[in-house]
């Protein structure tokens, strides 16, 4: 049984983890976890997600998870506190899955990255909307019409309710987009053009190849993600159902924990973040008019 430990209870991430560890019961129960400990800044948001997710016990720090916990999962919803939660573990030697963004700052992902291989620490980040059933069937369906070359994909740039500069803007929703984007069309992105009008944000992305995606970050709408490829052969439509994205997700931490094997490299974890920062300081230039 791998115990966990949640750094973080301002997102419903750290209950639908927990939920799916210690309550859910049948197919949708994510089986060999239990999440034994959390710790959040906020004491009485920290004590309803414990009740929700029946988790027996609070941490006052974090670092006192260290020694009673296999693998822990940071999911804090600033991207740019990751790195101060993250470290610790890493150096301990602790499997590490962050939430998304992984970071907001380029620099801020290559320390996380650095802990994690002076100790050949495992350590992962992904919005889970990448392992959702449909995105993963969406992709089975896209390779027998080639490798998708153009595209789009859309969302909000910010969650139901939390305003648009949010823990740390474009990055907290913007980044399920990217995710999105390296999971379906690949890695290799070399520049950016944006756009903006009022909360909206609309970014060509290009690769080295002629692999060229519209990116489109939706202010003041409802959570929703769409994706439109195109290969040689054909094309498609992906409208992402998020009703199994936690479950799989959660398996797919569970097998780093459990091999060792990350399902992304350094390469790819900082590319993402990096193509994040690109979209993110040009659209911040054209809104100052720079």
């Not at 301002?10 to 400990?37: E, K, P, W």
Request: hydrophobic letters at 40%; a neutral charge.
């Amino acid at each position: 049984m791998i115990k966990l430990g949640i750094v973080g209870s301002d997102n419903f991430h750290a209950i639908a983890f927990a939920q799916l560890c210690n309550t859910t019961a049948g197919t949708q129960q994510v089986r060999g976890a239990r999440v034994v400990t959390i710790y959040g800044e906020d004491a009485a948001r920290t004590e309803e997600v414990a009740a929700r997710g029946q988790i027996p016990a609070i941490a006052t720090a974090p670092e006192e998870m260290i020694g009673q916990v296999d693998a822990v999962l940071v999911v804090v919803r600033h991207g740019a506190l990751h790195t101060r939660y993250a470290v610790p573990f890493l150096e301990a030697g602790v499997p590490t899955w962050v939430d998304k963004p992984f970071a907001i700052s380029p620099d801020d992902a290559a320390l996380m990255l650095q802990a994690a291989a002076r100790k050949n620490t495992p350590l992962s980040s992904f919005s889970t909307l990448r392992y959702a059933g449909c995105t993963q069937r969406f992709l089975r369906k896209m390779r027998s019409y080639g490798e998708p070359v153009t595209g789009s994909i859309m969302g909000a740039n910010h969650g139901a309710g939390v305003g648009p500069d949010a823990y740390g803007g474009l990055p907290f929703y913007g980044s399920h987009v990217v995710e999105l984007l390296a999971e379906i069309f690949g890695y290799g992105v070399c520049d950016v053009e944006v756009v903006t009008h009022h909360s909206h944000v609309q970014a060509i992305v290009r690769y080295h190849d002629e692999r060229i995606v519209n990116l489109q970050f939706l202010g003041d709408v409802a959570p929703a993600w769409h994706v439109t490829a195109y290969g040689r052969d054909g094309a498609s439509h992906l409208a992402v159902d998020t009703k199994d994205c936690y479950k799989r997700g959660l398996e797919v931490i569970l097998r780093m924990i459990r091999t060792a094997q990350r399902p992304h490299s350094d390469d790819q974890l900082l590319e993402t973040v990096r193509v994040m920062d690109m979209i993110t300081r040009a659209a911040a230039q054209k809104r100052s008019g720079q």
